[in-house]
C-alpha cells in the first residue's frame, strides 16, 4: 500500500449469509465506508464472485480497490490485516 487515501472496498454478498453479516457489522463497528453489491440481485456481479472464486458465488468477497487483492469468507482476523493492507488505521486486537 502507497502513501494516500485507503483503498475503496466493495463488497459483493448476500442478504442471507452469516459471512457477509460479520463482514458487513465489522465495516460498520469500525466506521470503514464500503459498497455492498447483493449478488442476488444483480447477475452480472455474481458472475464476477464466480470468476474470482473458480466457480463458486462464495461470499462475501470483498475486493479491495480496483482489484488491487481481494478475499473471500475472511474472519475478523482476516478481514481486520487486509483493511491494514488497504492503508486503514485498525489497532491490533487487544484482549477481546
Known amino acids: 500500500m502507497t502513501g494516500g487515501q485507503p483503498l475503496p472496498i466493495r463488497m459483493y454478498a448476500r442478504p442471507d449469509c452469516e459471512d457477509s453479516e460479520l463482514a458487513r457489522n465489522r465495516l460498520r463497528e469500525l466506521g470503514i465506508p464500503f459498497i455492498e453489491i447483493n449478488i442476488e440481485e444483480d447477475e452480472e456481479a455474481a458472475q464476477y464472485v464466480e470468476r474470482l472464486n473458480r466457480g463458486f458465488r ?14 473471500v469468507e475472511p474472519t475478523v482476523e482476516q478481514l481486520d490485516e487486509a483493511l491494514r493492507r ?8 487487544a484482549d477481546s
Open 58 to 71: 462464495s461470499t462475501p468477497t470483498i475486493v479491495f480497490g480496483k482489484e488491487a487483492f481481494y478475499i
Open 86 to 93: 488497504a492503508g486503514y488505521p485498525i489497532p491490533a486486537h
